[in-house]
């Protein structure tokens, strides 16, 4: 793709993003990124301090847990999917909360990913974030030059997977040279590699929520998953990671390790909400709050099977302003950005407005 | 010689303000650079010995009680580790200064929670740039004009890179209304003989020993010496200030106790708990005014002191509020009515139960600080900058001034009802994570207490500059004035 | 289309794990970068932040190299360190702001490792203050020890001294290394090529071989020592 085209006028609105964003091997009809995915249902039961610190209604105790769908996701805009290859991984829940007529139902959404930060700390940032690092050429570095960074004691670049030929890689690199806030990012998302199974990854909201408890404290707060089976990733000592079933392993092994698991011991997560502190960034999702903070168990999450018509479900959208009573949006332009951008987006791909027609997206509490 | 004693000679060769404050009304602190350290080093010769009409003598201090004539004006010099470069100081004798002092206030930002707005590479001019701090000049006088002449003689050695003007405010108040100053140190082997009942320095608290500020001296903990630095000549009789310009949010101050006071309400906390009732003693045009009432209670449970000076401690209950007076004889013992995390014991928490047990009175520092900036009209909210020209003075930055700010007013780690929180009027708070928990009565039986917590402290004190500088005995300054090179 | 890998690619990509690069790589590439781009030693200790939770729970990993580090001389120090396992204990609980605290005989040093809340120079001081003379026959077989013995009259020298021996942490997220190095060499404004973070923290390992990974974990972070004790009924 070699480009002779301008970067889009800042400031950045949802269109412009949603432009770049598409690949030219993804698909309209679907989203820009987290193209490929799968969703299965399962329950959350929140933890007996989860009300000390939020009202909402999904973290005040129920019996049998609060129902939720989760989609899991590979980050890549691309159409196919290529679960092998070094990705961020997307884990989007909705929980359904309880009400006194169950036609009536409502909905809140948490959105996470693989990495611990977002690339940049602006909308604008990120559309100059996401031209450089839209997907373009990628071969093989060539090896005298690989040779000589190995001699400037740098990483070299990495081969191309089978049949890869655009890749972001190299844009992203670019653009994180100049930009420090895009280099923890980008780092983590080199290296990030390929879970070998979407229930053995830990996943991040990355952004700051505002939290308020029964007596009206509140509290700025961020959400991790942390799957109980542990963290596992393919092995990276080999450079062409080779599982048993190819590129496309990861929705075949949610199926199998739900159909193992039925009846009994369903694969968990748990909910960890870190506690920000005076001087932290609360407000920049590209920089990740250190494991220093307090972290709060604010409850466990069991997958339990695949949703029924997982095509159905691939319309379905979610999205991070999805919010409830108890649960606001903190001041992250980025975050306020999105939500704006995944309607957007919803829109275009035709995707279900259901259930959102009802619902609101919640902006900052007043 | 009786080393924890100071005689006449050693008396008369500390610089004053350090053992007691002055009472003289304005101050001009002179930022300035040594750029003819020739020139620099004959103002010092000159300023020690005096007589030189051009040039202004060091003020020292004077044996309590000797009969003298009362102080017009005053002159002080410190000298920050540049400005001791500058001179010309031997690398030796450069290194056996503290790290602290090496390094200078701004590289210790982040001990002092300096970060956000207090960064100090958001600070104004002069402090941008920190290496061309070398000396802070201080006089004091009742009048500009003074002050005035003795700047223009200031200029005709040194290179002036700012001033800051700074007055007492009416009733010794500082912005924010409270009555400053009220509690300092008092040293042993100076201060001796019992104060009486009148004495406004009298306290509870053990008299410190003279190590405490003056440096060769012998400190609390018996067998701990702060190093002095060499050679002795320089070093001995010498102490460290931190010179602070703080800037304070007078109108968000006012407004946060009007919010805090209307959330109280909603709360549907009963205002008797806090003893609203009783704030009409002190200030009786608040006497049937509650919801002013109530303001004057936060702000006196933030301090520890209401702001005529009263401290919360000496209330036998919250309705004798006021009976006490600007008093300093009190110690937190039990049943303590000021809340743990109120800025004078947090700051100051006296023979209190701390942590760090052996801790206990080894931090105290010594404050002289006014006010700048224009009059403050509160009816007539403005952007003008006011705030205070701190000193806060002792013989070790690192154990006194660093160790207060960086584990006691932020961090709250001497009592774990406070761990995680900050100092309410000085900390870096930010309103999304604070917290300052406000002492109610149970009930109405006025017996037992119990804690309120408060959110959304923001920051009302903003670092604008400041360096740690050197003040050097007179000897100190001779020898820095015979350096060569 | 991909092109086809080479033999030429594969040999370079085997490249790390063939003994002769490693050797070249060993004794010409790192000496050669190290002498073109030296990077200072970073100083030791966690670095001063305003967070509670980075200010509580904090590490100390004190590395002590043995004057006499043969069975004769570690001996020593381990009976130095047991007579006065009492005064060392009343100590740290007098100080009050420690979690935890141990010795240990590792390679040729004598190690004491910690978990303490709050300022490094505050819990180093008030150690002191409660038992300098104890720690003071430790100095005493260590190198370098009597130049800050006794500690209690070279205060300031001995609290640098133990942080120039306390191990530099290495920051929790690997990029961070690029702007500390700077910061230590008062550079700003320079520009940083992701790729060259391997290089970064060779030439850092390279002046500093011994480092503490990354800020370490915590079950349950931000809380003092005296709040767990006060929260468990054990008196603070």
């Known amino acids: 793709m070699e480009s002779t085209e301008s970067p889009p006028p800042l400031p950045a609105t949802p269109e412009s993003i949603l432009k770049i964003l598409y690949r030219v091997d993804g698909d309209p009809d679907r989203r820009p990124v987290h193209t490929v995915g799968i969703s299965a249902t399962g329950f959350f039961k929140a933890s007996e301090v989860a009300p000390l610190y939020c009202r909402a209604a999904h973290f005040q105790p129920h019996r049998g847990g609060h129902p939720v769908t989760v989609r899991f996701s590979n980050g890549s805009g691309c159409k196919d999917p290529h679960d092998s290859w070094s990705d961020v991984r997307g884990m989007a829940t909705r929980f359904t909360l309880p009400a006194a007529n169950p036609a009536e139902k409502t909905y809140t959404d948490l959105i996470a990913m693989t990495l611990p930060e977002f690339f940049s700390s602006t909308p604008d940032d990120f559309q100059e974030f996401a031209w450089a690092a839209r997907p373009a050429d990628y071969v093989a570095e060539r090896p005298w030059r690989k040779f000589l960074d190995m001699l400037k004691l740098m990483m070299p670049l990495r081969n191309p997977y089978p049949n890869e030929t655009i890749s972001p890689d190299l844009g992203a690199m670019n653009f994180a040279e100049r930009n420090d806030a895009a280099k923890p990012g980008v780092l983590e998302a080199a290296s990030i590699g390929a879970p070998t199974c979407y229930l053995r990854a830990a996943y991040h909201a990355v952004h700051t929520f505002i939290v308020t408890n029964e007596q009206g404290v509140q509290r700025p707060v961020r959400f991790s998953w942390q799957p109980v089976m542990g963290v596992r990733n393919l092995d990276s000592n080999t450079s062409n990671p080779k599982p048993a079933n190819g590129d496309f392993y990861l929705q075949d092994q949610l199926r199998q390790s739900l159909i193992t698991s039925i009846g009994k011991d369903h694969p968990r997560f748990t909910l960890m909400m870190t506690l920000g502190e005076a001087g932290d960034a609360l407000n920049d999702p590209s920089r990740a709050w250190p494991p220093h903070r307090t972290r709060i168990l604010m409850g466990t999450l069991s997958i339990e099977e695949i949703v029924n018509d997982p095509e159905e479900w691939e319309k379905i959208s979610f999205n991070p302003g999805l919010l409830t009573d108890g649960i606001a949006m903190s001041d992250d332009k980025v975050l306020k950005f999105r939500v704006e951008t995944y309607k957007l987006s919803s829109k275009q791909r035709n995707a279900s407005p259901c259930p959102f027609s009802g619902a609101t997206i919640h902006d900052t509490q007043g | ?485 | 289309m991909t092109p086809k890998a080479s033999w030429l690619d594969s040999f370079v990509d085997g490249l790390p794990t063939r003994g002769w690069f490693q050797f070249l790589s060993r004794h010409v590439v790192v000496p050669y970068w190290v002498w073109r781009d030296p990077k200072p030693k970073l100083p030791g200790g966690p670095r001063p932040s305003p967070q509670p939770g980075e200010n509580l729970q904090r590490m100390m990993n004190l590395v002590m190299p043995l004057k006499d580090p043969s069975p004769m001389g570690r001996a020593k120090a381990a009976l130095i360190v047991a007579q006065n396992v009492d005064e060392i204990f009343a100590g740290l609980d007098n100080v009050g702001t420690v979690h935890n605290a141990r010795f240990l005989l590792l390679g040729n040093n004598l190690c004491m490792l910690s978990v303490y809340d709050g300022d490094f120079s505050n819990y180093i001081r008030d150690f002191i203050a409660t038992i300098g003379s104890v720690f003071d026959a430790i100095m005493d077989q260590v190198e370098g020890g009597e130049e800050v013995s006794p500690t209690e009259q070279k205060i300031e020298r001995f609290i640098d001294w133990v942080q120039a021996h306390d191990l530099f942490q290495v920051p929790d997220f690997p990029s961070d290394l690029f702007a500390l190095q700077d910061q230590a060499m008062r550079r700003t404004g320079k520009a940083h090529g992701l790729r060259s973070l391997p290089r970064e923290y060779i030439l850092q390992l390279h002046a500093n071989p011994d480092v503490s990974l990354g800020g370490g974990y915590r079950a349950y972070p931000g809380v003092s020592a005296a709040q767990i004790r006060k929260n468990h009924g054990m008196g603070w």
């Not at chain 2, 047990?357 to 403050?376: C, E, H, K, P, Q």
């Open chain 2, 1 to 485: 010689m009786d080393m924890a004693k100071l005689n006449d000679d050693e008396i008369g060769n500390v610089q004053g303000n350090i053992l007691r404050g002055y009472t003289l009304p304005a101050v001009r602190h002179m930022i300035l650079r040594i750029s003819d350290s020739a020139a620099a080093r004959a103002f010092l010769a000159a300023s020690v010995t005096g007589g030189n009409p051009n040039v202004p003598q060091i003020t020292t201090e004077q044996r309590i009680g000797a009969k003298l004539p009362k102080l017009v004006t005053a002159f002080n010099l410190g000298f920050t580790y540049q400005g001791l470069v500058a001179l010309g100081l031997a690398p030796g004798d450069l290194a056996s200064f503290p790290t602290e002092f090496i390094e200078g206030m701004t590289r210790r930002a982040a001990k002092l929670s300096d970060f956000g707005d207090s960064d100090p590479s958001n600070w104004p001019s002069p402090y941008d740039q920190p290496d061309h701090v070398h000396v802070i000049a201080t006089a004091y006088a009742s009048d500009d004009t003074t002050l005035d002449s003795i700047q223009k003689q200031v200029e005709q050695a040194f290179d002036l890179r700012g001033i800051h003007k700074g007055y007492s405010l009416p009733n010794g108040a500082v912005y924010f209304g409270y009555k400053d100053g009220l509690s300092q140190p008092r040293f042993l082997g100076f201060h001796d003989g019992a104060p009486s009942r009148q004495d406004p320095t009298r306290t509870e608290e053990p008299d410190d020993p003279l190590g405490t500020i003056l440096l060769g001296k012998p400190t609390r903990l018996p067998d701990l010496k702060f190093g002095t630095p060499q050679p002795k000549q320089l070093g001995n009789l010498g102490t460290f200030n931190a010179f602070r310009v703080l800037k304070q949010d007078c109108f968000g101050f006012e407004d946060f106790l009007t919010s805090t006071a209307e959330r109280l309400r909603q709360q549907g906390v009963d205002t008797r708990l806090v003893g609203v009732e009783s704030v009409g003693l002190t200030y009786p045009d608040l006497k049937d005014k509650p919801d002013l009432a109530l303001r004057e209670v936060i702000a006196a449970q933030l301090c520890g002191r209401w702001r005529e000076g009263t401290p919360m401690q000496l209330q036998e209950t919250l309705r004798k509020a006021t009976t006490a007076g600007p008093s300093n004889q009190f110690d937190y013992g039990d049943g303590a009515l000021c809340p743990v995390g109120a800025h004078i014991r947090r700051n100051n928490p006296r023979g209190g139960e701390v942590v760090q047990r052996i801790a206990n009175f080894t931090r105290r520092l010594v404050r002289r600080g006014m006010s700048y900036g224009d009059t403050l009209d509160l009816a007539n909210p403005d952007d003008k900058e006011r705030g205070l020209l701190g000193n806060f003075i002792g013989a070790s930055l690192g154990a006194q001034f660093e160790a207060v700010m960086c584990d006691w007013l932020n961090l709250g780690l001497h009592s774990p009802e406070i761990t995680g929180s900050n100092d309410p009027l000085l900390g870096a708070n930010t309103p999304e994570t604070s917290w300052f928990d406000l002492n109610l009565w149970k009930d109405d039986d006025q017996v037992a207490m119990e804690k309120h917590r408060i959110y959304g402290l923001p920051r009302f004190v903003t670092t604008r500059g400041g360096a740690y500088t050197f003040l050097p005995s007179l000897s100190g300054i001779q020898y820095l004035s015979g350096l060569t090179g």
